[in-house]
């Protein structure tokens, strides 16, 4: 009798073991399914690809025109729009050769009280001059610049639409930075200094939207919606943020995307990603096409960059590895 209690007793705390150890087992088994499955919404390149065409059919967003104030409205109420608050910049700039440019940046921020953020940067006005083109009687003609400013912003306009319907655990700031794209001409004779370029984040930097604004690191994006690029490792995103390089290259790969993410050494560009790393100490990389000949892509700076040179394939490329990359971190 006494020997059949023991076993009772026996069985009955062998097999409550096996019990929880079950839940805990099924448990486990559906918490990684949902994370996995249901965390990273769809970046839509279709939507992506009508918010750079949005942009490009204003005309030229050169600082001081009229197609420049009305573009950086629509984005304003875009960012608004998709539940993001928005902070404008204004600002009078002048440029390497006197003009006072009237720039405006604009800030959407998801989470705005969340203290652990990541932000994300691309220059919104396009290049006055058609510098570049193989025809020099346009070389004073302002371009599109589909690629060359629309694209990184139509990307980011895309997640903006998705965070609001579901948002990653770290706050997002989505910078759009302006007068990016107005430094000196080829034909200027004077010295040609890198903070002719990047005016509007030069100043986002010295004076962030929030005072005393940090971000876990940035992401820029820079010309993301060509024909058949290859984003490389730049140069001074390595130096400063080789950990967000290996970490975005990595996802993309995971994601399908390795043959436009080359996990090779790129060259040093001039650009936003140059200011943010140097006066608001944000660790910042930057995702711009490598190309060995100098040029970022065909079209660069030249009549041509329009709605032809947008490549959907690129834009989903890019718009879903950031999207896995802010949502991966806790
Ligand atoms: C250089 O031309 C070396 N840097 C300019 C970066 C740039 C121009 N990004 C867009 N347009
Ligand atoms: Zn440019």
């Known amino acids: 009798m006494k020997r059949n209690y023991t076993l009772i007793f026996l069985c009955f705390i062998l097999s409550t073991l096996i019990a929880c150890s079950n839940t805990k087992t099924v448990n486990n088994n559906t918490e990684t399914t949902t994370k996995t499955v249901t965390s990273v919404p769809q970046f839509n390149a279709d939507s992506a690809y009508q918010y750079v065409k949005a942009q490009v059919d204003f005309g030229p967003r050169v600082p001081n025109t009229q197609a420049h104030v009305d573009c950086g409205n629509y984005l304003a109420d875009k960012l608004a729009e998709f539940g993001a608050k928005v902070t404008s910049q ?30 994300l940067f691309s220059h919104w006005d396009s290049r006055p001059w058609a510098d570049e083109d193989p025809d020099t009687k346009k070389h004073y003609t302002p371009i599109l610049g589909a690629n060359d400013g629309a694209s990184g912003v139509g990307v980011l306009l895309e997640i903006a639409r998705l965070l609001q319907a579901q948002q990653p655990e770290l706050g997002i700031d989505i910078i759009f930075v302006d007068a990016e794209d ?53 140069g001074l995103s390595e130096e400063r943020a080789g950990n967000v390089n290996r970490k975005v290259w990595k996802t993309a790969k995971a994601l399908g995307f390795g043959s436009y993410f080359v996990q090779e050494e790129g060259g040093y560009v001039t650009d936003d990603h140059v200011f943010i790393n140097k006066y608001a100490n944000i660790p910042t990389i930057d995702i711009i096409p490598y190309y060995p000949e100098g040029s970022f892509f065909e079209h660069w700076h030249t009549v041509k960059d329009d709605m032809d040179a947008i490549d959907k394939g690129t834009l989903q490329a890019v718009g879903q590895t950031v999207m896995q990359v802010i949502f991966s971190e806790e």
């Open 90 to 119: 204004y600002v009078d700039l002048p440029a390497y050769n006197g003009t006072l440019l009237k720039a405006r940046n604009i800030i959407g921020s998801y989470k705005p009280e969340t203290k652990k953020r990541i932000a």
């Open 182 to 234: 107005y430094g000196a001409h080829s034909a200027y004779n004077g010295p040609r200094k890198e903070e002719y370029w990047a005016l509007g984040s030069q100043y986002w930097a010295r004076n962030p939207h929030v005072q005393g604004y940090n971000a876990r690191f940035g992401i820029l994006l820079d010309m993301v919606g060509g024909r058949n690029p290859e984003f490389r490792y730049e």
